[in-house]
């Protein structure tokens, strides 16, 4: 079958199509027949180390969530049949076929084909758990998602949206504003002007929680729209991992900083986010009000150039390779 690996390369990773031996499923795991595959942000970052003359970097399979249906069953697994709709958080997901975890497995939604549903599992789930987990957010709150028209942007909007939250969304493109707002953003500003932070309090108070992808140079401002007793999440760190901070602001503020990864986290803890987000949220695609949004599907044969067009931040949503 075909798998995508990134090996180590002069400035960064460089993706490599491999033909290995279909994977078979050990005790506790299924294999997946992918139908859909997510591309995501974190791979392009992380590419960024994988260089050659870094003797700590190795060659590694591509892909961290995916959706289809179970083609093999391992021993000892419980509650899930050949030929079942599956999607799921995993790792060496850009393939044909795929070994998952039985435990990590979830089901996908009936309203949904195969392709939408691997649009789903590692941007919801993420979402969910800085909102919902790590923030504690509710309808009290103001919640200002950075980098609005990503793939956890999206679903982060529609989240906050659904526990009642009034939803800031930013984006540096005027034009994806009518998107973000028909996802349930009740107001989309746009970072690249002046004084934006003094339009969102003049608009919506002061922000009680930021859900940031950016990071960077991006931060300080971002403090700055907090009220007392807000709550910032750092997701991920698109304009780089450091910046400058005023600590007198986040003690006057009494700002709390959080961070979550899943980088860190045991197999254990990552399948029970995924737990949550399902036992919260899994079953409103099937209501429509969650949605998954897909901006453009690739052939799986066609890695690189999916991470090309990622890098133009032209779309919104999520990028796929189909096979």
Excluded at 11 to 24: C, I, K, M, N, W
Excluded at 30 to 58: K, M, Q, T, W
């Amino acid at each position: 079958m075909r798998q995508w690996w990134v090996v180590p390369g002069p400035d960064g990773a460089v993706p490599e199509l491999r033909t290995v031996e279909s994977p078979t499923a050990g005790p506790g795991q299924v294999v997946v027949e992918v139908a859909g595959a997510g591309i995501n942000r974190g791979e392009l970052i992380g590419g960024g180390l994988l260089r050659s003359d870094n003797p700590a970097a190795r060659p590694a399979p591509s892909g961290i969530e995916a959706a289809g249906t179970v083609a093999e069953i391992g021993a000892g697994v419980q509650g899930w049949s050949i030929g079942d709709r599956v999607m799921a958080r995993g790792r060496a997901c850009h393939a044909d076929r795929v070994v998952v975890d039985a435990e990590a497995l979830l089901a996908s939604p009936t309203s949904l084909d195969d392709i939408e549903a691997s649009a789903i599992p590692n941007v919801f789930v993420t979402a969910h758990d800085a909102l919902v987990t790590a923030a504690g957010v509710g309808p009290d709150d103001v919640v200002m998602v950075t980098a609005g028209p990503s793939g956890v942007g999206t679903a982060a909007i529609q989240i906050a949206r659904h526990v009642g939250a009034t939803v800031v969304a930013t984006t540096r493109s005027a034009g994806k504003a009518a998107t973000l707002s028909d996802l349930g953003a009740h107001l989309v500003v746009d970072t690249t002007r002046d004084n934006w932070v003094s339009h969102v309090i003049d608009e919506v108070g002061t922000v009680s929680c930021v859900i940031d992808q950016v990071g960077g140079d991006l931060f300080p401002t971002l403090l700055d729209s907090l009220g007392v007793g807000g709550r910032y999440v750092s997701v991920g760190r698109n304009a780089g991992p450091t910046s400058t901070i005023d600590l007198d602001l986040l003690a006057r503020q009494r700002l709390t900083l959080i961070g979550v990864t899943f980088r860190t986290r045991t197999r254990e803890e990552s399948i029970e986010c995924s737990r949550r987000f399902a036992s919260d949220l899994l079953h409103l695609f099937d209501s429509g009000e969650l949605r998954p949004v897909i901006d453009r599907t690739f052939p799986l044969d066609e890695l690189s150039a999916a991470h090309s067009y990622m890098r133009t931040d032209s779309g919104v949503g999520k990028v796929l390779l189909v096979p």
